[in-house]
């Protein structure tokens, strides 16, 4: 890609990006908590980091609204009809990634 101008670059990450939100809003079933366990993000780190690149460029976005951006409805909402319950199993890899990588950062 470094043969491409910064625009061209910079719309095609955009459209990835917004790919991605789609695939995501078709698989509802995939939690939060999966998401976290295999590839340590989620729905919500998306919505931190496009209020982190807001900041950065001197914007205000606000969490909750781009949380519904990302969720694609209010987050309560997806929340009450997609979310379920994390099992003992998922709370457990949950538990044992970020003690690794506490202990990755505690060297």
């Not at 101008?5 to 910079?10: F, G, L, N, Q, S």
């Not at 003992?88 to 690794?100: D, K, L, V």
């Amino acid at each position: 890609m470094q043969h491409l101008d910064d625009a061209t670059r910079t719309e095609l990450e955009a459209a990835a990006f917004r790919r991605l939100l789609r695939h995501l809003d078709e698989h509802k079933e995939v939690q939060n908590i999966d998401l976290m366990n295999l590839a340590d993000f989620c729905r919500n780190c998306l919505s931190k980091w496009l209020v982190a690149a807001a900041d950065e460029r001197g914007t205000n976005l606000d969490y909750e609204a781009a949380r519904d951006y990302v969720y694609g409805m209010p987050y309560a909402e997806w929340k009450a009809r997609y979310q379920q319950e994390s099992t003992p199993e998922q709370m457990a890899a949950f538990e044992a990634r970020q003690a690794a990588k506490q202990e990755q950062k505690d060297g």
